[in-house]
């Protein structure tokens, strides 16, 4: 009677086809020499076995006065079977220390997510992990009590990259739990001769296309992690930039600040003694003798100082105030916060498109004379104040449900415009303003009790414009989206993920019935101007 086979958890990495030799993959200097592993009918694979002396666990030293910490030493093994199978290489590592027997860039990423997406029941669901790229970049494990569909974890196909999921595969053959990432990990019922089967099923998933309805936004973004492409990405940027070369990079705000705070930037440690009232490529480039490489990017800082040229509030590596479009390959690159991202070429194309289709607002608002977002918003009221009404700070309102306080808008003009002003920085700094607009613009529509606190906040030439019965009428009100751009030109140049963010808020502000428009705020030409610092008086003696 044939035996019963037994359940193994594999942990399998699938390499990168120009690596076809197991010294290119391993680091055989780690290793005791390899056992060859035969495969019935099909040939031999090579197990590696991390070198490892016996050491005593951390945790002895607390004991160190009643034990010998030697005497508590024990073997950690880890080890690396690698594997060819029909001219492709896999690596199946085992133990705690296996995965850190490859050398870095070999495996293909995201073999294991690809491979289970097409492998895994869709209604067998138990866990996703997921980035986010809105107001605040994040990363969540998301775990549900039963097995469920990818639809139930409220995933939002613009915005989430969706970084590994667990379930349990269709096909029993193939195991019958199934965690995807970088890694397979996979606990299936075999023996060693039915693993150049598996491995080869596996390999077909990853490479099979993913189901267009279901899961082709999976491949709208990516991070690029291979060191190999990051550094070709690098150079391509550098020669950019040494040509002088500008388009799709630029500098900006990496985080919310308090403008009023702020009377301008210094780059340090070779700006000159210059304040620059904002942070953009052409003020940094002023400060640089020979090409900006990012070697410099990385060294120089940027602070923000006040109107004695004190360092206040914030600093940050210029490096993280970059932000870059390459194009590589036919591929979309964009540089975020420090990190590579691959985009999909029909997801840009469709993004841009959806993007140009928002329609410009025909306010005509003030340029900006610095003070922060607070003074124009301020200004602009006390200007024309029978058309807008202030709601700064102190009139956000204060409501249940998990929102606190809820910003209603920065200005409510006679002509029912919510107008959110903020100042131009990176993609978390947008997203943040896009949120804002989504909030106050979801609860008016929906809460009658949040529409009554706004009526009560808003000045008596503005009240009637908002009822509290019945809910605004479609279109009646519209969400503007009012960005302080010290950039050339009528139009409004952001970020690629601040535009995925924009589109993706408007489509559902829409749904509620809002008109959704953009607006670009010059900035004043006397405000632009940089200021040098004066030099200090030397006190003669007497």
């Known amino acids: 009677m044939p035996q019963e086979k037994k359940v193994n958890h594999l942990s399998i990495f699938l390499i990168k086809q120009k690596f076809t030799t197991n010294p290119q993959v391993i680091k055989i200097e780690a290793c005791e020499a390899p056992v060859e592993v035969a495969i019935v009918g099909h040939g031999a694979g090579q197990l590696f076995v991390r070198k490892n002396p016996p050491s005593p666990p951390k945790w002895s030293a607390l004991f160190k006065e009643f034990v010998n910490p030697k005497d508590l030493a024990v073997e950690g093994v880890a080890a690396a079977f690698f ?12 133990g705690q220390g296996g995965r850190f027997l490859l050398r870095d860039d070999v495996i293909e990423e995201r073999f294991g997510l690809l491979c289970a997406l097409n492998a895994v029941d869709p209604k067998t669901f138990r866990c996703v992990d997921v980035q986010s790229l809105n107001a605040i970049e994040s990363h969540m494990r998301i775990q549900s009590g039963r097995e469920t569909t990818p639809d139930q974890f409220g995933l939002s196909v613009e915005q989430d990259m969706l970084k590994a999921i667990v379930g349990a595969p269709r096909n029993p053959i193939l195991g019958n739990r199934m965690a ?50 990051i550094s070709i990405l690098e150079n391509a940027l550098e020669a950019k930039m040494a040509a002088d070369q500008f388009d799709g990079i630029w500098l900006s705000i990496p985080e919310i600040i308090e403008w009023a705070m702020v009377k301008g930037f210094m780059y340090s440690p070779y700006g000159g003694g210059i304040l620059h009232p904002d942070i953009n490529m052409e003020g940094f480039r002023s400060t640089v003798d020979g090409p900006i490489t990012l070697e410099v990017l990385r060294a120089r800082r940027v602070h923000c100082a006040d109107a004695d040229h004190k360092k206040v509030f914030k600093s940050w590596p210029v490096f993280k105030c970059l932000y870059a479009e390459i194009e590589l390959d ?39 004379q610095g003070g922060g977002e607070g003074a124009y918003n301020a200004q602009v009221a006390a200007l024309e104040p029978a058309m807008y009404d202030l709601l700064d700070d102190k009139k956000k309102v204060m409501h249940g449900g998990g929102h606190g306080q809820v910003e209603i808008c920065d200005l409510f003009s006679s002509n029912r415009e919510l107008i959110h002003v903020k100042m131009y920085g990176k993609s978390s700094v947008l997203s943040h303003l896009f949120a804002q ?44 989206y009012a960005v302080i751009s010290d950039a050339p030109g009528a139009d409004l140049h952001l970020p690629f993920f601040s535009k995925v963010n924009l589109v993706n808020t408007r489509k559902v502000l829409r749904g509620f019935g809002y008109k959704v428009e953009l607006l670009k705020i010059a900035v004043n030409d006397v405000y632009a101007k940089t200021v040098t610092i004066p030099p200090k008086k030397v006190k003669k003696n007497a």
């Open 83 to 94: 594997v060819n199978i029909n001219e492709r290489c896999f690596v199946l590592a085992f």
């Open 180 to 229: 995807g990432s970088d890694a397979l990990a996979v606990s299936v019922k075999l023996d060693l001769s039915d693993l150049p089967f598996l491995l080869d099923q596996y390999r077909k998933l990853f490479e099979a296309e993913l189901n267009a309805d279901d899961y082709q936004w999976v491949n709208n973004i990516s991070t690029t992690k291979s060191a190999a492409v």
């Open 330 to 368: 036919g591929v979309t690159y964009v540089l975020n916060d420090g990190k590579w991202f691959s985009i999909a070429k029909d997801f840009v194309e469709r993004t841009n498109q959806d993007y140009a289709a928002i329609p410009l607002s025909n306010i005509k608002l003030p340029e900006y």
């Open 437 to 480: 607009g989504f909030v106050s613009g979801q609860l008016i529509q929906i809460d009658p009790i949040f529409r009554e606190k706004v009526r009560a906040k808003l000045a008596p030439t503005h009240r009637e414009l908002l009822k509290i019965e019945p809910k605004p009428e479609h279109e009646s009100f519209t969400i503007t």
